[in-house]
């Protein structure tokens, strides 16, 4: 069955420094992975998508994350990060049958 | 630019009422799902349709049934609401396919008092 984890539940960073989100995924086949984001009381938004494709995805809003077969990981990174990234963000695995599992959830607090 | 539109934004509701949520999308998608986000679990599946007149079960159905009478309308129902219900409701639709964008709804706040 296929599962994923999100390995923080929240974030700080300061406006201008890295970002940092971490997933890890279980599957038993080669995945189709999304980042998707969610803003304060508004809907989620895809991020970024991968699909067997070229290993580093990159996406809206200068985000990119890349695929790791090896470490079944899909960590999602921006070089610097903006007031507006304050978010939470999900990241989502899709089943054989076509259906979307999502992990917790991590939510990234961006600091002046 | 897809649009998935939810009836409400927030709802409030005694136990024991029948609730409806109403989800629109206007890109004549075929597929189309209900979730509920709860602090700590991320969105959980509750029931998806992949055609009119189809339904299948998610992850969580127990209380809940649906409605997808045309494509472009997906009805979630509240057969009798519990306190347990309060929620974020989040729809969303994609076109097709197992890896195809899932595009979201505002979503309807729920409470059930």
């Known amino acids: 069955a296929q599962s994923v984890t999100q390995l923080d539940s929240h974030v700080s960073v300061s406006e201008g420094t890295p970002v940092l989100l971490r997933c890890n995924y279980s599957s038993s086949y080669s995945p189709s992975l999304f980042w998707y984001v969610q803003h304060p009381n508004k809907g989620l938004q895809l991020l970024l998508k991968?699909?067997?494709?070229?290993?580093l995805v990159k996406g809206i809003n200068g985000f990119e994350a890349e695929f790791k077969k090896s470490e079944t990981s899909f960590h999602l990174t921006k070089p610097s990060a903006h007031m507006s990234d304050a978010a939470e963000y999900f990241c989502?695995?899709?089943?054989?049958?076509?259906?979307?599992?999502f992990g917790q959830g991590t939510e990234l607090s961006v600091k002046p | 630019d897809v649009k998935v539109t939810q009836s409400s934004r927030y709802l409030v509701k005694r136990t024991g009422e029948k609730v409806f949520l109403e989800c629109v999308q206007d890109?004549?998608?075929?597929?189309m799902f209900w979730y509920r986000q709860d602090p700590g679990l991320g969105l959980r599946l509750i029931y998806f349709s992949y055609d009119v007149k189809m339904k299948e079960k998610g992850d969580i159905p127990e209380g809940y049934s649906v409605s997808r009478e045309k494509k472009e309308r997906f009805s979630l129902i509240l057969e009798s609401a519990s306190t347990n219900q309060t929620s974020m409701y989040l729809c969303?639709?994609?076109?097709?396919?197992?890896?195809?964008?899932?595009?979201f709804g505002p979503g309807t706040r729920l409470t059930v008092l």
């Open positions: 989502v695995v899709s089943d054989s049958g076509g259906k979307l599992i």
């Open positions: 890109m004549d998608h075929e597929n």
């Open positions: 969303a639709s994609s076109l097709q396919g197992v890896s195809d964008t899932q595009y």
């Open positions: 991968y699909t067997s494709a070229a290993t």
